[in-house]
């Protein structure tokens, strides 16, 4: 395992950044930050695993609670350690990047001799300030006090014919309350379909086409097996009695929304963004949001 690695200036050892707050299990939106990473095959953009030789790119999921912020991010791949449940690096780093935009994103090339199954992006994303990492604690922080984000992905990397695809939630019919839900990226209110001030368990629900849950082998079993896809609801106002939803057939789930209370909601009404993350549970991850008015 890499005991001590030098990235763009900062010091990470072993690159084993804590990774608990990559998907916050904290539904409600009142900070930038980020829900998860979405990994692509350059020129293959539906396939989430890259093979040796390949180039990918890794984008990283993020929600506001208002105008999206420019982020500041260093991150870093590096071979995985097999059978690690943690991320924990098991060579040196071959990809990295320091730099600030509206997405943070990491582009790699895999090595043409890599042996591991997989591979380990990990760093520190910030909504305000610059990534700073203690080379003493491999503690991150932003160098203006603000909370950074620190991020873990595993790449898995195909081999002898395995591949998988990302689910697509872009195209999936939405409805809210039985009605159609379409996505709207016009500001405020106007046009958005409305929802009363404490409403209470408002359904959001979604179908998923059956090819969005691929089938794969699995070691010992003599039938391959089909994808459960696990969708992830996070908003910036309001409460869900539950946050995640579960595709285990082709029929829609959903989840159930309370909305704020009418003290809560101005006069020319609440403007609310949904955030829904779907994963295969095995690298393939896609997202969207809806918006909606409360009055």
């Given at each position: ?50 093979g ?19 982020f ?10 097999a ?18 935009g ?11 001799d ?35 984000d ?20 872009g ?11 379409d ?89 609310v ?23």
């Amino acid at each position: 395992m890499t005991k001590l690695t030098t990235v763009l200036g900062f010091t990470i050892l072993g690159l084993a950044l804590t990774a608990c707050t990559t998907l916050d299990p904290v539904s409600l939106i009142v900070r930038d930050r980020v829900l998860g990473a979405k990994v692509t095959v350059d020129g293959d953009p539906q396939r989430a695993w890259p093979g040796p030789g390949e180039h990918a790119t890794v984008t990283w999921l993020t929600a506001s609670p208002g105008t999206p912020p420019v982020f500041s991010w260093i991150l870093a791949a590096c071979p995985s350690q097999a059978g690690a449940g943690i991320p924990i690096c098991d060579g040196p780093v071959f990809a990295a990047s320091q730099a600030s935009g509206a997405v943070p994103v990491l582009q790699l090339a895999i090595p043409d001799d890599l042996a591991s199954r997989s591979v380990v992006v990990l760093g520190a994303i910030c909504a305000s300030g610059t990534p700073v990492i203690d080379e003493m604690t491999s503690a991150a922080s932003c160098d203006d006090g603000s909370l950074a984000d620190l991020v873990s992905q595993h790449i898995f990397i195909a081999r002898d014919g395995a591949t998988n695809h990302h689910p697509n939630v872009g195209d999936a019919p939405f409805t809210l309350a039985g009605t159609t839900w379409d996505a709207s990226d016009a500001p405020g209110c106007d046009g958005l379909p409305e929802i009363a001030a404490g409403a209470e368990r408002v359904d959001l629900d979604v179908a998923f086409a059956p090819s969005d849950r691929e089938t794969y082998a699995v070691i010992g079993e003599p039938a391959p097996e089909r994808e459960e896809l696990q969708v992830s609801a996070f908003v910036t106002a309001g409460e869900f009695a539950q946050q995640y939803a579960y595709v285990e057939s082709d029929a829609p789930v959903g989840v159930e929304w309370t909305a704020p209370s009418a003290s809560e909601v101005p006069a020319e009404g609440l403007r609310v963004t949904f955030s829904f993350v779907v994963r295969d549970l095995r690298g393939g991850v896609d997202a969207t949001t809806r918006t909606l008015c409360v009055r």
